[in-house]
């Protein structure tokens, strides 16, 4: 003789029985030990959640003989009847097959009739309810308009955004949650124990990972499992029943992409193919892998962690960890929007060991913070590009021989009050915030023998001179000056910097830094890792000669 389903043994049977619906349980209970009911309910959540499950308990605490209480005796005739399906006042009804005008016309004349016993309710049960059709909304809406005092709807939906209106404004709506892994794990291994069974720890954590939020498909695979491997289940058990990718490929991929071997890692890819994985599910799982080596990397080894080789742990770095978290998830979310699974794992793969290659971020910002002296020296500007250096671990770079790096050139003494531009800025701002933030953008202000008050703005920025010269701008600025200067100046300018210079002579020279600089193996590792572009600079002294006189600045490389 079969066994009977777990999920069917174990499927709650009062309130007290239900895992992890804590907040709508306890007001529905609280609503039938007060007798404080609405005419109709909305239960919705993912399917395998439960929905039908409270909606029967709630039947049963409506009507239970031993009531008004705020459980169910699930003992008594009247709760026996609705638990076997044969009770005459709840009426259960599936919207998915029952749609059309004779089903209403059917619940609007069960409605009218008072239910078998005074003190008890009919309760319609309408499974899948997203379903029914426009006639039977309105059929549905003419009842709740005026509800006989007897009748309650529970609603179960897993699209309650399909509910007309209409019908919510008149329901109370009860949003279920999946119950978290670990609620699930602890009742499988609850139910294990009574059913005589002996799981491992990692054949629960896999269980309770495939339940994915249901308890009843969490059931249902320890069911399947049980079938292959009788009392005592172990990991291996639970991946071979449940089809769950082999724990060594989900290593072996996330070591090769971790090395960079991109070869290794698309084999492990065809091998897991080949045996009829499903390859969202191996994403979800090198995922996971990966986050169990970025934490124990972080802080060391957990409680209930899987366990991992020193070895193994040695050979990645955090940043690349992390990086390959991205991936994986981004990966993981476009296959379960139903992307080309192996094309798109394919390309993960390939970005992933290409990651492998790049220079250390510390390495990097070592190279950055010894100063112009410890980079490598650029090629000449005809010269090809070079290809970034691609290394990894530890040893720097070639630099030039040891010397103090050279000193940059003292500024000139400014023509101008430096704190000036920073003042009117901040009395602009507050005066209207916008012009305080225009203002920032020019680059010196400075007051004339003849009290003319003069604001530079670099030829680059010319967009925010127009922005200065509007009347409402010059008006702030105008009171801005007053109050920092004691007096309003007679007129203000706005000049572009270097208007008065010829414009074309500073071009080549900065140009051609800007265009080195873009050369540079660190720069160019910058652009690569940070999708950086080059906006703008400003040329050394030493290697790269003196500074370049302002100009314009150049488009961004790319
Ligand atoms: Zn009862």
Not at 261 to 289: I, K, N, T
Request: hydrophobic share 40%.
């Amino acid at each position: 003789m079969p066994r009977r389903p777990l999920a069917r043994t174990y499927r709650p049977q009062r309130f007290a029985e239900v895992l992890g619906q804590e907040a709508p349980v306890r007001a529905l209970a609280a609503a039938s030990a007060r007798r404080e009911l609405a005419a109709a309910y909305i239960f919705s959540g993912t399917r395998g959640i439960g929905k039908t499950t409270i909606a029967r308990i709630f039947a049963k605490a409506l009507n239970c003989e031993k009531g008004p209480a705020e459980d169910c005796c699930d003992a008594c005739p009247a709760c026996r009847d609705i638990a076997e399906g044969r009770s005459l006042d709840v009426l259960e009804m599936d919207a998915a097959t029952h749609t059309g005008i004779d089903d209403v016309r059917e619940l609007r004349e069960a409605a009218q009739y008072p239910p078998s016993r005074k003190g008890r309710y009919r309760v319609f049960i309408i499974d899948e309810a997203h379903q029914l059709s426009q006639a039977a909304w309105n059929g549905l809406l003419k009842i709740l308009e005026e509800p006989p005092p007897w009748c309650v709807f529970l609603l179960c939906t897993t699209e309650p955004h399909k509910i007309p209106a209409t019908i919510e404004s008149r329901a109370l709506h009860f949003a279920f949650k999946s119950p978290s892994t670990a609620e699930i794990r602890e009742h499988l291994a609850r139910i294990a124990e009574r059913e005589g069974l002996e799981p491992t720890g990692e054949a629960l954590d896999l269980l309770a990972k495939a339940a994915q939020g249901s308890v009843r498909d969490g059931l249902s695979a320890l069911d399947q499992v049980r079938a292959l491997a009788g009392k005592a289940i172990d990991g291996a058990a639970v991946r071979e029943a449940l089809g769950l990718v082999p724990e060594e490929a989900v290593r072996d991929y996330v070591r090769a992409v971790g090395r960079g071997d991109a070869a290794a890692a698309l084999a492990v890819l065809d091998g897991v193919e080949r045996e009829g994985h499903d390859l969202r599910g191996f994403a979800a799982e090198a995922l996971e892998r990966v986050r169990a080596l970025a934490l124990a990397k972080a802080v060391g080894s957990r409680p209930g962690a899987p366990p991992i080789a020193p070895d193994e742990l040695e050979s990645f770095r955090v940043e690349q960890l992390v990086w390959l978290g991205k991936v994986l998830d981004e990966t993981e979310a476009r296959l379960r929007q139903g992307g080309p699974q192996r094309v798109l794992l394919d390309l993960a793969t390939i970005r992933m060991t290409a990651m492998a290659d790049l220079t250390p971020l510390e390495e990097l910002a070592q190279r950055i913070g010894s100063g112009p002296a410890g980079r490598q020296a650029p090629p000449a500007p005809p010269g090809p590009a070079p290809a970034s250096p691609r290394r990894r671990g530890g040893s720097p770079g070639p630099s030039a021989p040891a010397s103090p790096p050279p000193k940059r050139s003292a500024p000139q003494a400014p023509p101008d009050d430096a704190s000036l531009l920073p003042r009117l800025a901040e009395a602009a701002a507050a005066i209207t915030g916008r012009v305080g933030s225009f203002l920032r953008q020019a680059k010196s202000a400075r007051l004339e023998a003849d009290g003319r008050l003069v604001i530079s703005i670099a030829r680059s920025r010319a967009f925010w001179k127009t922005r200065l010269e509007t009347p409402a701008a010059r008006e702030a600025i105008v009171k801005a000056a007053a109050e920092v200067l004691g007096g309003a100046p007679p007129s203000v300018e706005f000049r572009l910097e270097g208007e008065t210079a010829e414009p074309g002579a500073a071009r080549p020279r900065n140009r051609d830094a800007l265009e080195r600089a873009s050369r540079d193996p660190i720069v160019r590792e910058l652009f690569e890792r940070f999708d950086a572009v080059l906006l703008g600079g400003e040329a050394l002294p030493g290697p790269e000669g003196p500074p370049a006189p302002d100009g314009p600045a150049p488009e961004a490389p790319r």
